[in-house]
């Protein structure tokens, strides 16, 4: 074999090897950036996007159920809000005074008992909300609804939800 082939044979190696990265760089392009109906991973019915989707299925609520349901999740959704930027705004400031070229420990340990109270405030309002579901149910609705408390928080898992892009 001459120069010339192995010269030829090379170039066409070289040319198949940049066609190959070409096409492999624009299908990994075009999976990342197509528009898809679903997701990939745990794909998720639309009509299930709370849990409100969940109960009203698997409870068999009536309209007056679901309404009832849909006031109190509002009313409690938005006083989490409202605690939860409260617990986001004394964490930053928190974190401002640990890393502080001066860090005062009083002024740390108040903000860190201030979230941790706000945080039960938390879980006290998720207590009431749920006081106030099963107010709303009847007798064998409760007895569902006990059953669905698992599943419903495994739905929600941070692990159990479609990667975001």
Known sequence: MDIFKKHQIATRIIFLLVFLNLSMILFFFWREYS????????PKNEAYKD????????????KKQESQFEAIREKY?????????????????????????STDSLIVKGLAKQISA???????????????FKSV?????????????????????????????
């Open 35 to 42: 528009v898809r109906e679903e997701p990939l991973l745990f």
């Open 137 to 165: 149910c009847t007798a064998q609705q409760q007895e569902k609804f006990k059953n669905l408390v698992r599943e419903i928080r495994d739905y929600f898992r941070p692990d159990n939800q479609p990667y975001k892009r």
């Open 118 to 132: 706000n945080e039960y405030k938390m879980e006290l309002l998720r207590y009431q909300q749920a006081q106030e």
């Open 77 to 101: 959704f938005r006083k989490e809000a409202f605690l939860k930027q409260i617990i986001r705004e004394d964490k930053d400031l928190m974190n401002e005074n640990i890393f502080n070229k």
């Open 51 to 62: 849990v409100s989707g969940i109960l009203k299925e698997a409870l068999n609520l009536t």
